[in-house]
């Protein structure tokens, strides 16, 4: 199952946005399922990242941000992309 999960985690950064959308709704279900462990919400926080609209190391797109956060326990997350919006609509829905 392992394996799966990273699968699909790296079909996150996906740029094609249905592929993503659609990946994301596969791993929400596996963790429905109790597939994937989420850690308990935490007091930790990372308002400052940034995704592949505009610089991000990783190449993470906004799904793959949102869910990463989750998955860790952040309490709060947010993103600050370099002079664009693209990537506010998909990381806030991915944060629903």
């Known amino acids: 199952?392992?394996?799966?999960?990273e699968k699909l985690e790296q079909q996150l950064d996906s740029f094609n946005p249905a592929q993503r959308e659609d990946t994301l709704a596969q791993l929400w279900d596996l963790?429905?399922?109790?597939?994937?462990?989420?850690?308990?919400?935490?007091?930790?926080v990372n308002l400052h990242a940034h995704t592949f609209f505009s610089y991000n190391a990783y190449g993470y797109s906004p799904s793959?941000?949102?869910?990463?956060?989750?998955?860790?326990?952040?309490?709060?997350?947010g993103i600050v992309d370099f002079d664009?919006?693209?990537a506010l609509e998909e990381f806030w829905a991915a944060g629903k």
């Open 1 to 5: 199952m392992t394996a799966q999960i």
């Open 31 to 44: 963790a429905r399922a109790g597939k994937v462990e989420l850690a308990e919400p935490m007091n930790e």
């Open 64 to 77: 793959k941000f949102a869910w990463l956060a989750r998955k860790r326990g952040l309490a709060v997350a």
């Open 84 to 86: 664009v919006l693209d």
